[in-house]
């Protein structure tokens, strides 16, 4: 079965600093991958995902992710935190019935 | 750009009760989803719904659950006599097609207080 492990619960940055989500995901088969932002009282919005094509895949706002297939791992990366950018990030699979897995979310802080 | 909507976005009932929680997803997706998110847990699968009927649901999509698609545009989720442990923030979602890497886009969610 396919899941996600998002490695820290919470993160905090201070704005203008690098941003570093850690995801590690476990799939049979070549996945799916998503990156979704939730913003406090909002709905989950996609940021970017991987579909097989090109391993480094750029989404909204400044985000970038690489997929490492070696490493089982989805980082999800920003060069430069903006105080918008404090939210829940979570870490997706599509499985095989493409229903969504979701990681456990991560919480991102951003220190002025 | 279309969206996937919810109503409400509170709900507060009491035990037993029975809630419909409402969505209208993007005008031309064909493939339906129900997931929650209990306070301090993951996000959860519950439902899919195709072609007018279910295609898949999770072991918590008991028979306390339905989902209907009663008008070609709302699609619902039924729960028929709540429990304190269904309180939790509701996302219907829709997609266009069953490519796997095709978006799920969400609503912003129902939050359900049963007490």
């Known amino acids: 079965a396919q899941s996600v492990t998002q490695l820290d619960s919470h993160v905090s940055v201070s704005e203008g600093t690098p941003v570093l989500l850690r995801c590690n995901y476990s799939?049979?088969?070549?996945?799916?991958l998503f990156w979704y932002v939730q913003h406090p009282n909002k709905g989950l919005q996609l940021l970017l995902k991987?579909?097989?094509?090109?391993?480094l895949v750029k989404g909204i706002n400044g985000f970038e992710a690489e997929f490492k297939k070696s490493e089982t791992s989805f980082h999800l990366t920003k060069p430069s935190a903006h105080m918008s950018d404090a939210a829940e990030y979570f870490c997706?699979?599509?499985?095989?019935?493409?229903?969504?897995?979701f990681g456990a979310g991560t919480i991102l802080r951003v220190k002025s | 750009e279309p969206e996937v909507t919810q109503t409400p976005s509170h709900q507060v009932t009491q035990m037993g009760q029975e809630v419909i929680l409402r969505c209208v997803p993007i005008?031309?997706?064909?493939?339906f989803y129900w997931y929650r998110q209990i306070l301090g847990q993951k996000v959860e699968f519950l439902v899919s719904?195709?072609?007018?009927?279910?295609?898949?649901k999770s072991e918590i999509f008991d028979d306390q659950f339905s989902v209907e698609r009663p008008d070609g545009s709302n699609f619902t989720l039924k729960i028929r006599s709540t429990k304190l442990e269904d309180s939790a923030m509701y996302f219907c979602?829709?997609?266009?097609?069953?490519?796997?890497?095709?978006?799920?886009?969400f609503g912003p969610g129902t939050r359900l207080l049963v007490l």
């Open positions: 979602a829709s997609r266009l097609s069953i490519y796997s890497g095709e978006t799920q886009y």
């Open positions: 799939s049979s088969y070549s996945p799916s």
């Open positions: 991987y579909t097989s094509a090109a391993t």
């Open positions: 997706v699979v599509s499985d095989s019935t493409n229903k969504l897995v």
């Open positions: 005008s031309n997706h064909l493939y």
């Open positions: 719904f195709y072609n007018n009927e279910i295609s898949e």
